[in-house]
T-cell receptor, first 117, second 112 residues
């Protein structure tokens, strides 16, 4: 199988704090990892794509200084929401792929529900 | 750029019956891949089935099969013998050089 672990699954914090979300591929090496945001009853919106050892590529409209992505190893990528505010509250999902080729299916983590008070 | 359209926000089917979820897409690429993902209430994204665009044969996975019409850019999902555990959001997705693009999803309800 291809297991992706995402942690934490749910986090509640005060406005102004920074929150780090981890995405780990447990049984394979993930050359590419993706970060998505999903609003209630909506589809997944790609935020950024990260390749191990390289800077992440952000989608248009996504603030890279707000959403810091680090992909330091082939099994771990992190998303840090800096100075989070209530409008950042959402469901964040990561996925990982063995290769950067489009034919490789993405394996998803279980997601993180972020609530900013 | 790729676009994926799912025109059915919600579908309902009786348990043990068959249901078909529609999906159309548009892409300028010649080499691309199509996927159906399932998202149950737990919100985990689960790969249901995938289709390589260069293959004419429709992909099948147990009770799940697709009807891939390349010329029409259509990629529908058929679920046979529907089970209560099939209740979920279903997302159609197209993968190309721009990455993975999702449709808006179809909420599938299974009636016992």
């Amino acid at each position: 199988g291809a297991v992706v672990s995402q942690h934490p699954s749910w986090v509640i914090c005060k406005s102004g704090t920074s929150v780090k979300i981890e995405c780990r591929s447990l049984d394979f090496q993930a050359t590419t990892m993706f970060w998505y945001r999903q609003f209630p009853k909506k589809s997944l919106m790609l935020m950024a794509t990260s390749n191990e050892g390289s800077k992440a590529t952000y989608e248009q409209g996504v603030e890279k200084d707000k959403f810091l992505i680090n992909h330091a190893s082939l099994t771990l990528s992190t998303l840090t929401v800096t100075s989070a505010h209530p409008e950042d509250s959402s469901f964040y999902i990561c996925s990982a792929s063995r290769q950067s080729f489009s034919n490789q299916p993405q394996h998803f983590g279980d997601g993180t529900r972020l609530s900013i008070l | 750029a790729q676009t994926v359209t799912q025109s059915q926000p919600e579908m309902s089917v009786q348990e043990a019956e068959t249901v078909t979820l529609s999906c159309t897409y548009d892409t300028s690429e010649s080499d691309y891949y199509l996927f159906w993902y399932k998202q149950p209430p737990s919100r985990q994204m689960i790969l249901v089935i995938r289709q390589e665009a260069y293959k004419q044969q429709n992909a099948t996975e147990n009770r799940f099969s697709v009807n891939f019409q390349k010329a029409a850019k259509s990629f529908s999902l058929k679920i046979s013998d529907s089970q209560l555990g099939d209740a979920a959001m279903y997302f159609c997705a197209c993968a190309g050089a721009d990455g993975l693009t999702f449709g808006k999803g179809t909420h599938l309800i299974i009636q016992p």
